[in-house]
């Protein structure tokens, strides 16, 4: 009876791993994506999966910015072609006209029937911040597809609202990622502008000690000076003009 419920309590562990909202930087583009947790929604055996996915300019959590709704779906024959889709709320209808279209075939893929060849179809919908908040929040959310309807669980929409959500997203990212994404943006300005002015008062103070001390020949203020200013350029010579007074 133990073994059933260890791997209960690991695939619970597994589960409660999993993040609503990936949060993923491109160096090379200088762009954020903020990518859901895959959302599936079944209806008469056919099986779709959803993902919202918004990308910022930068290393920053942007706000009114259009959600890449991907919709796809995989099986030995196409569904999606020449279907209309829509969505419908109880805030209202959302338009998805803007979407394209692609599907590709895999023939080493197994369908769910047992036979080889899969068909993998997608939507792709662009779709403005303030729909996809009223997709998110709304009490019921209808996906349609031709004369299928899928039911949009408010549970499933969760990492949605999370999507839309700067504070939410930050408490499922990483300690790091928060620092990087502005969580402690002030705390980290005024420790950079208190490093700035330290660094500038120890270099004055550097530049102002060795003026007095070069042209001296009295060993002891060369070597308060490296007591004071071990790491200083000025370092260097300041040894050799002090071992050159101590063998004098």
Not at 41 to 57: D, H, M, R, S, T
Not at 139 to 168: A, C, K, N
């Amino acid at each position: 009876m133990r073994i059933p419920i260890l791997i209960l309590t690991v695939f619970a562990l597994g589960a409660c791993s999993l993040k609503p909202v990936e949060t993923t930087y491109d160096q090379e583009k200088d762009r954020t994506s903020f990518t859901t947790q895959p959302f599936k929604a079944e209806k008469q055996n056919k099986e779709i999966v959803l993902v919202g996915v918004k990308q910022c300019p930068g290393k920053v959590i942007c706000s009114d910015q259009d959600i890449k709704l991907t919709i796809t779906h995989a099986d030995r024959f196409s569904f999606f072609k020449g279907k209309d889709l829509g969505m419908k709320t109880t805030d209202g209808k959302i338009n998805l006209n803007e979407r394209d279209y692609k599907s590709t075939f895999d023939l080493k893929s197994v369908a769910k029937d047992g036979t080889s060849g899969v068909l993998t179809e997608k939507f792709l919908i662009w779709v403005s911040e303030a729909d996809f908040r009223k997709a998110a929040h709304a009490q019921e959310t209808t996906l349609f597809i031709g004369d299928y309807s899928f039911e949009l669980s408010s549970e499933g929409r969760v990492p949605w609202q999370v999507l839309l959500d700067r504070e939410r997203i930050l408490e499922v990212m990483e300690e790091e990622q928060r620092r990087e994404y502005g969580q402690y943006q002030h705390e980290n300005k005024e420790k950079k502008s208190e490093d700035v002015r330290k660094k500038r008062m120890v270099s004055e103070a550097e530049e102002s000690t060795w003026k007095l001390v070069q042209d001296s020949n009295n060993p002891e203020d060369l070597r308060y000076f490296l007591e004071q200013f071990p790491d200083s350029p000025y370092a260097v010579p300041a040894k050799l003009k002090l071992k050159q007074l101590e063998r004098e």
